[in-house]
């Protein structure tokens, strides 16, 4: 594995960017993973539709059923690519033997259903662990990423689903009535063949999606090796060595360090390098001695029972009943790593079954109860209009008779500010009283325009919207309008705003 060559940069990545990694990895080698995956899951399929001729859905399901052995090829495959291996097609097709051999009866039964299938699939047959070794490094590997290796399986299923219930609909749209092969019964259930499109549509879609699912597995695996194995620091390290050699070598090459160097050799006397052979002698003795002793190379193994992040000061206060308790049961019942994995699936579905119980006991008290919350919902007073906006009074008693009139007194006596905010508040407190737009004191100039404009009167809202232009430039920008734009805006104000819409 030369780090040097990898086609990522080795860094720590969150989950979902592991997956989009993973993703743009597929995307890249789309076409030699599909071939890879697509090709042995469709020289089975063949021969098993032969022989459930009348039951094609059994040979969709025995290749469903063996779909953690077509991903085993694109992974095998990538894992070269990543390195800037391209392996020959001859070279693959000699490896799927060996690969799909590989601890292929507990692929087949309980991990069939696990679902870090595509996070735990590189141990397999990356690294070729089995047994105790493979559950001590899934150990290791499940530190981080399971619940993304959740989401991925999740996600994927439900694209390979929609993707073929979009197949199965396109390509009966797409029949001519004069060919139609009947995939509907008189009951609408479907008929055999219905059965045929609706098997090769969900064959199409899982090789399709495959590649993908394979990838964001693969780069969640390769993202918690970087991160265990400190692959960024090793590129770094390697970068920097290399950056120093070419350095080394420029001066080595040039003339004034061959010349120093000769010199230093002439002038130098052989005692002193004896000097410093024998120095260098006794240092080396000095660390093998050292490293024998009891502080280095010491390995201790401890077993017992104790709570997370426990001091072990604090050991003492572990109650006796529940101590003995523990030993008790570890006497009494093995715990192997098969049965370490029976109980954490065990839980698994254990929290899941209360997770739906509490859904469904949600869903039952709100159908229970939907009278009374109905009541509830419609006894909520509607929220009262807002008296001040923008520091701006917009109560219809605050307001003059004529408004227009007096907007146009403010101007010529050059309060061109009170008399353009008496024209917009007038504006606002006419759509609160006539329109009964619900504005809030919290809303902005833009968010009032938007409900405005929401209210579905063009001429209103082409109004407002002018007049909150002028009005902004007015009030942050303190730029004046023109004498005719404000006589235009009294003019529309008395046309739109002096009648009641009703």
């Known amino acids: ?116 299938r595509a996070f735990d699939a590189p141990v397999t047959v990356l690294e070729e662990l089995k047994a105790k070794p493979r559950s001590q490094r899934l150990r290791v590997l499940h530190g981080k990423h399971t619940d993304m290796a959740l989401a991925n399986q999740l996600v994927c299923f439900c694209c390979e689903l929609i993707l ?15 060919l139609d092969p009947g995939v509907y019964d008189s009951l609408e259930s479907l008929t055999l063949a219905g059965v045929w499109i609706y098997t090769l549509c969900y064959f199409s879609a899982m090789i399709l999606v495959m590649p993908f699912h394979s990838m964001a597995g693969f780069a969640l695996y390769l993202n918690r090796r970087i991160d265990l194995e400190a692959w960024d620091i090793e590129i770094t390290f390697r970068s920097l060595s290399q950056r120093k050699k070419q350095a080394g070598s420029r001066l080595i090459a040039s003339i004034l360090i ?45 077993e017992k029972w104790r709570f997370i992040n426990w001091v072990e000061e604090n050991q003492d206060r572990i109650p006796e009943w529940l101590i003995d308790f523990i030993e008790w049961m570890e006497a009494n019942f093995k715990f192997d790593d098969a049965t370490e994995e029976t109980l954490q699936t065990t839980a698994f579905w254990l929290k899941v079954l209360l997770v739906v119980i509490f859904i469904c006991l949600l869903v039952y008290l709100f159908y229970r109860f939907r009278g009374p919350l109905k009541k509830l919902g419609s006894s909520r007073q509607p929220e009262a209009a807002p008296d001040i906006m923008f520091g701006l009074d917009v109560r ?12 146009m007194n403010l101007w010529q006596a050059e309060q061109p500010r009170e008399a353009l905010g008496l024209l917009y508040r ?52 303190h730029e004046l309008p023109q004498v005719n734009e404000l006589k235009a805006l009294c003019e529309s104000w008395s046309k739109e705003m002096a009648h009641d819409p009703q």
């Open 1 to 116: 594995m030369d780090l040097d060559k990898l086609q990522f940069k080795a860094c720590v990545r969150s989950g979902w960017q592991a997956i989009d990694l993973g993703f743009l990895m597929a995307r890249s080698w789309w076409l030699p993973l599909f071939m890879v995956g697509a090709l042995p899951a469709t020289l089975l399929l063949i021969p098993l539709l032969l022989v459930f001729w009348e039951s094609p859905h059994w040979a969709g399901v025995i290749v469903w059923w063996l779909k953690p052995f077509w991903e085993r090829l694109p992974l095998y495959l990538a894992s070269r690519k990543i390195f800037s291996e391209a392996p020959p097609e001859w070279g693959i097709i000699q490896q799927v033997r060996s690969l799909y051999l590989k601890d292929w009866l507990p692929w087949l039964l309980w991990r069939r259903f696990s679902f870090n």
């Open 164 to 178: 073929a219930a979009g197949l199965f609909t396109c390509l009966l749209f797409f029949i001519p009535d004069s």
């Open 258 to 302: 061959p010349l120093m160097i000769s010199l230093s050799v002439i002038f130098q006397s052989t005692p002193t390098l004896a000097a410093t052979d024998h120095n260098n002698e006794s240092a080396r003795e000095l660390i093998s001695e050292v490293l024998k002793g009891e502080d280095f190379g010491r390995e201790e193994t401890v």
């Open 396 to 407: 219809p008693e605050s307001l003059p008779d004529d408004v227009p009139v007096q907007v």
């Open 426 to 477: 007038a504006t606002l407190s006419r759509l609160i009283a006539q329109h009964a737009l619900r504005f809030k004191s919290s809303h902005t100039e833009s968010e009032c325009a938007a409900l405005v404009q929401a209210y579905g009167i063009q001429s209103l809202s082409y109004y407002f919207f002018q007049l909150t232009r002028i009005w902004r430039r007015l009030a942050y920008g």
